[in-house]
């Protein structure tokens, strides 16, 4: 019978969530990186049930926690009769095996792996299912050494549907073989879209980049009618979406001005880097734009951070120096948490800090989509 590796299970399933918070950390913001894994544990389809943070300088080579943290997580693991411990930091496949040796029948996933499990659980083009694919094999191949005597205890569930192969045999050979040919794969897969591309290069185009979750899908649809699938949950939609949309010139009646439109894969922090690699050519619809519309969740606490981490991340895949349109959303949910705050001097604030246009809008409420129209079409004309 195949181990199924990456899989989520119909029942739900118990977690136990475990954090550090560095010396340069505040503990808020271990609260927050605490709660975005509990996010993730739910898009996954499970429930979080207790929390374990230590204060450390850096994670213990053999087992992430010092020795009476462990104690500390083994009992509130038993006491909740949890399925599994989610880390929010990568373990090392030595890490794996000594918190096996402490956790019977429960299960040890990292936010990496529990973020390949929610891809693999998204993925709905055949790009998408070899992006993630890649990044799986990548993933197990230096942690085969232990993986399979972790397999054989377990029945199925999050983090445990496979890339594939599902024997035994499944070496190290086999793996980078895998890894071979999917590569190949998405490179044929790239080259086809790189021509489909070129086809468009006399319309303008327009790319929705930003945070997970901050409503890029729904702007999409409100924009150009997509039929996109949009859930407030982390990964609702991996696959790159290119609609044409075409605006009347709300100064000038009668007169239609068309441009592409492309959704892209949501960031996150501590994102796999084998995610980031594979992921590059579903966002070339992002490098090649004309425009980028950054979208922001203003209403979230640390949108200032996932702001940043976007324009990092944006920079390190080698997008920089295009025209950027920062897109403040779900307005109308921080003017009820600030009902002090005027719009219009934090609007120009932004604008003065980025040195680039912004729109503050709802796309739920359809508030100020006018005024985004309007930002878009200046730039397009």
């Known amino acids: 019978m195949k181990p199924d590796y990456f899989y989520n299970a119909l029942k739900t399933e118990k977690a136990v969530l475990v954090g550090i918070q560095y010396k340069h950390e505040r503990k808020e913001k271990v609260k927050e ?43 509130l693991v038993n006491i909740q009769e949890a399925d599994m411990v989610v880390f929010d930091d990568e373990l090392s496949p030595s890490q794996i095996r000594n918190l096996e040796k402490h956790f019977k029948e429960v299960k040890i996933l990292d936010r990496s792996m529990l973020i390949l499990d929610i891809f693999s659980k998204n993925a709905k083009t055949a790009q998408a299912k070899t992006q993630v694919e890649l990044a799986q094999n990548q993933y197990l ?78 702007i999409m649809n409100l924009l150009s009618n997509a039929g996109i699938l949009a859930e407030n949950k982390l990964f609702a939609t991996l696959d790159s979406t290119v609609r ?71 920079f390190e895949i080698g997008i920089k120096d295009k025209p950027v349109l920062l897109v403040f959303n779900k ?30 809008i709802s796309a739920t409420q359809k508030t100020n989509i006018d005024q985004l129209k309007r930002q878009i079409l200046q730039f397009i004309q």
């Open 141 to 218: 191949l230096p942690r085969l050494t232990n993986m399979w005597t972790h397999l054989s205890k377990q029945k199925g569930g999050i983090g445990m549907k496979g890339p594939g192969e599902t024997e035994i045999e499944t070496d190290r050979r086999v793996i980078r073989s895998n890894i071979t040919k999917m590569q190949e794969r998405l490179a044929l897969i790239e080259k086809q879209n790189k021509v489909q591309r070129q086809s468009r290069t006399d319309k303008k185009r327009v790319a929705l980049v930003g945070y997970t979750n901050v409503g890029k899908s729904t």
């Open 331 to 360: 307005v109308d949910e921080y003017l009820k948490a600030n009902p002090e705050t005027d719009l219009t001097e934090f609007e120009n604030s932004w604008i003065s800090k980025e040195h680039a246009p912004v729109v503050f």
């Open 244 to 314: 044409k949309v075409v605006f009347e010139d709300p100064d000038a009646p009668g007169v239609f001005v068309p441009f592409l439109l492309s959704d892209t894969v949501g960031f996150i922090r501590k994102l796999p880097t084998l995610l980031i690699e594979s992921f590059k050519s579903t966002l070339a619809e992002a490098t090649e734009a004309d425009l980028l519309l950054h979208v922001v969740d203003v209403s979230h606490p640390e949108f200032e951070s996932q702001l940043e981490l976007v324009k990092k991340t944006l």
């Open 33 to 75: 990186y605490l709660d975005e894994l509990e996010s993730l544990v739910h898009t996954a389809g499970a429930t979080t049930h207790g929390r374990i943070t230590q204060s450390l300088d850096y994670p213990n080579p053999r087992t992430f926690l010092g020795e009476g943290k462990l104690e500390e997580l083994v009992a």
